[in-house]
Nanobody, 126 residues
Framework: EVQLQASGGGSVQVGGSLKLSCAVSGHSFDEYIIGWFRQTPGNEREGVSAISAVDDSTYYAASVKGRFTISRDNANKAVYLQMNSLKPEDTAVYYC???????????????????WGQGTLVTVSS
């Protein structure tokens, strides 16, 4: 069974940085597509970023492109989300998710993923 553990959330001021980590248990981590999502109260969970398994291609929502960077460390079975130039609207609970099947569909859709971790809260204050 695949389990994901997100960590690294916290409180930061506008313009600051945080690095989220997603530790993944299970076999064949290097075959997993990993995505990051975020959710605020009363809103749907939205896709933030994803990284492919085949060639480490990266994908970003328009709202975070140029500020966030996703990366993976296959040796340590982890995926990271470096978040820079944080804004108040980045405040949310962040989740990581994994897909261990071939890429069919859209990375920003919830149903694209097979496994989800618990969230980690990011709070950006002015």
């Amino acid at each position: 069974e695949v389990q994901l553990q997100a960590s690294g959330g916290g409180s930061v001021q506008v313009g600051g940085s945080l690095k989220l980590s997603c530790a993944v248990s299970g076999h064949s981590f290097d075959e997993y597509i990993i995505g990051w999502f975020r959710q605020t109260p009363g809103n749907e969970r939205e896709g933030v970023s994803a990284i492919s398994a085949v060639d480490d291609s990266t994908y970003y929502a328009a709202s975070v492109k140029g500020r966030f960077t996703i990366s993976r460390d296959n040796a340590n079975k982890a995926v990271y989300l470096q978040m820079n130039s944080l804004k108040p609207e980045d405040t949310a609970v962040y989740y990581c998710a994994a897909r261990n099947r071939a890429w069919t569909g859209s990375w920003w859709e919830l149903g694209f993923y097979d496994y989800w971790g618990q969230g980690t809260l990011v709070t950006v204050s002015s």
